[in-house]
């Protein structure tokens, strides 16, 4: 089944403890991006990759650290983890997010993160 | 910067009930996504309409993309308590093809 998979699905934290959410794409799909989801501020994008090597800081990416290695993973690293960092996180991986061809995202099941 | 307006934020209607939402911008967009989540889970794409005036149907969806290419309309026709779920329009970036933005989207719940 072509999907998204992010772990953990639920965490909880300290501030300043480093914690990496996993994302992995069975899809071959190049592009892959992190969006956080807030009430009243919808899906903002943190970072996004164009392929392996490739990233870019997405609208709200301070905090927040990616690396892509490999093209089905994408993890999401914060190295230092503060209360307004609380919020959930998506996965989302794409050909091409932006194309007029209907091949808009795939979004993984999320990771819901609270920083104490 | 390119915002994605959406109405109403909320919508709480009866089944059977026909309902819109609309999604306005002041920019022009080269296409506009329509995606639906569920309370739980991530967003999943229902259609793109790329073509001004351009009229898609899924089942008891349709979708309109404004002839300026600046906004887009979802009627849903006798909806159904499953209907219910966050809807969102999104739309690439005039920067680059690879960046979507996405708008706050419409809460919608249909009652049995």
């Known amino acids: 089944e072509a999907q998204v998979t992010q772990n953990p699905r639920y965490l909880i934290t300290v501030t300043g403890k480093k914690l990496t959410v996993t994302c992995s794409q069975n899809m071959n799909h190049e592009y892959m991006s992190w969006y956080r989801q807030d009430p009243g501020l919808g899906l903002r994008q943190i970072y996004y990759s164009m392929n392996v090597e490739v990233t870019d800081k997405g609208d709200v990416p301070e905090g927040y650290k990616v690396s892509r290695k490999e093209k089905r993973n994408f993890p999401l690293i914060l190295e230092s983890p503060s209360p307004n960092q609380t919020s959930l996180y998506f996965c989302a991986s794409s050909l091409w997010p932006g194309s007029g061809r209907g091949l808009g995202y795939t979004f993984g099941s999320g990771t819901r993160l609270t920083v104490v | ?112």
């Open chain 2, 1 to 112: 910067t390119q915002l994605l307006e959406q109405s109403p934020q909320f919508l709480s209607i009866q089944e059977g009930e026909n309902l819109t939402v609309y999604c306005n911008s002041s920019s022009v967009f080269s296409s506009l996504q329509w995606y639906r989540q569920e309370p739980g889970e991530g967003p999943v794409l229902l259609v793109t309409v790329v073509t001004g005036g351009e009229v898609k149907k899924l089942k008891r969806l349709t979708f309109q993309f404004g002839d300026a290419r600046k906004d887009s309309s979802l009627h849903i026709t006798a909806a159904q308590p499953g209907d219910t779920g966050l809807y969102l329009c999104a739309g690439p970036s005039w920067r680059s093809n690879y960046k979507l933005t996405f708008g706050k989207g419409t809460l919608l719940t249909v009652n049995p």
